[in-house]
């Protein structure tokens, strides 16, 4: 009884620290690709700006298995403003190492990528934003891009205060 009654308490304790300590979080969402991603899938994420002042850090989260088969990840992430405004960026990060092996955080073969999208970024309206983001991975000497992306099971979007 007593070995349990640690257990809990041991596990309580981990679980608050784990949730405290992340206090630069401002948005944190994550959208379920449902087997394979589609060329033309856009997975959005909506938020209220409020701040104007702060500069805040946001990334892009892919969640990616062995299945995922390149070793780079091309991305087109755009974001809708208040006044209507639509800023596009082109973007591409490296997914595994020389040797193959996915990179990203994680114990099993599913890795957490946390891939910077825009660094010390200020919001110039307060209002609603909406980040899209579409894969846009092609294979080399092919001009149209991969139809069904496999391997990626999560896409995320985080925003994390800089200070």
Excluded at 63 to 71: I, W
């Amino acid at each position: 009884m007593i070995q349990n009654n640690r257990f809990l308490i041991f596990g309580f304790a981990l679980s608050l620290s784990l949730f405290s300590c992340d206090k630069k979080r401002v948005f944190d969402e994550y959208r379920e690709i449902d087997g394979s991603w589609h060329k033309k899938q856009k997975v959005s994420f909506a938020f209220e700006q409020k701040d104007t002042i702060q500069d805040y850090n946001m990334f892009v989260n892919i969640r990616n298995n062995n299945d995922y088969p390149y070793s780079n990840l091309f991305l087109i992430v755009s974001m809708l403003q208040p006044d209507g405004v639509t800023k596009v960026d082109t973007l591409e990060y490296q997914m595994a190492n020389p040797d193959g092996t996915l990179m990203g955080e994680g114990f099993s073969d599913v890795k957490e990528s946390k891939l910077w999208y825009k660094e010390n970024a200020r919001f110039s309206k307060a209002g609603k934003y909406v980040v899209s983001i579409q894969q846009a991975v092609r294979e080399t000497g092919k001009v149209s891009g991969v139809e069904q992306l496999q391997g990626i099971s999560e896409v995320g979007f985080r925003i994390e205060k800089t200070n």
